[in-house]
């Protein structure tokens, strides 16, 4: 069974940084391209990154030199660094395998 799990989300303060995490399992994470989407509140689902298991990465523009996604392979998880965060950035983040599979979310607020 596909699972999924996001954590480390919380409240940050403008301009600060935030990491989140995404431990995986029930499939090979390894040799799979991952991604992290985000959903704003009232607001459509955006992509947000993707990770390749060669170390390839890819950016939505307004993410591109703020955030920063990597994984660990042997602990089968993946991170998001998050930096210079605005309130533009509240949403939920998802962490997404294939099309089908997404974890549960985590909640990054950024507010004074």
């Known amino acids: 069974e596909v699972q999924l799990v996001e954590s480390g989300g919380g409240l940050v303060q403008p301009g600060g940084s935030l990491s989140v995490s995404c431990a995986a399992s029930?499939?090979?994470?390894?040799?799979?391209?991952m991604n992290w989407a985000r959903r704003a509140p009232g607001k459509s689902l955006e992509w947000v990154c993707e990770s390749w298991p060669d170390g390839t990465t890819y950016y939505a523009h307004s993410m591109k030199g703020r955030f920063t996604v990597s994984r660990d392979n042997a602990k089968n998880t993946m991170y998001l660094q998050m930096n210079a965060l605005n309130p533009e950035d509240t949403a939920d983040y998802y962490c997404?395998?294939?099309?089908?599979?997404w974890g549960q979310g985590t909640q990054v607020t950024v507010s004074e």
């Open positions: 029930g499939f090979p994470f390894s040799s799979s391209v």
């Open positions: 997404v395998y294939g099309l089908d599979y």
